[in-house]
């Protein structure tokens, strides 16, 4: 699978943003959409960048030195988890439709880690290349 499969099964549409907008209307297209980046656009509407989640987090302090964690945090009852029992596909299904990119790991109510997103790619990345291995060693008649 590549790139073109993967766009024609998520769509082309890129969100944008001009590079004389007000930071507060990239926010919120940003939260509206909810999404993590927008591409940002010279008057000619040719590509001049990308703003990130991460571009306003770095600024952040600076625009709200007032606000308390409890104002800005997702409260417990709505948080979604995963146990260590659960499967990486389980954790993956959650990220993709709860549009999240960390989980916490609970277990009886203790945590016991938190998973990214990058955290879980990585590993299912990591499955599937020693799968490839063993199945070309296979293949080739070589022992594992």
């Known amino acids: 699978m590549n790139i073109g499969d993967v766009l ?38 040719a590509i001049a ?17 007032d ?22 596909q389980t954790a993956m299904k959650i990220f993709t439709e709860k549009r999240i990119r960390h989980l916490p790991v609970l277990e009886n109510d203790d945590l016991k880690g938190m998973l990214s997103i990058g955290d879980a790619v990585k590993a299912l990345l990591d499955a599937v290349e020693q799968e490839n291995k063993y199945l070309k060693e296979y293949i080739m008649g070589q022992d594992i």
């Open 67 to 88: 606000l308390v964690v409890k104002d800005l945090m997702t409260p417990k009852e709505k948080i979604s988890s995963l146990t260590p029992k659960d499967s990486l």
């Open 8 to 45: 024609k099964v998520k769509g082309t549409t890129v969100e944008t943003i001009g590079a004389g907008e007000k930071l507060d209307t990239a926010l919120g297209k940003l939260n509206e959409k909810r999404i993590g980046a927008l591409m940002v656009t010279d008057d000619s509407g």
């Open 49 to 65: 960048g990308i703003v990130s989640e991460r571009d306003f987090l770095r600024v952040c302090s600076k625009c709200a030195p």
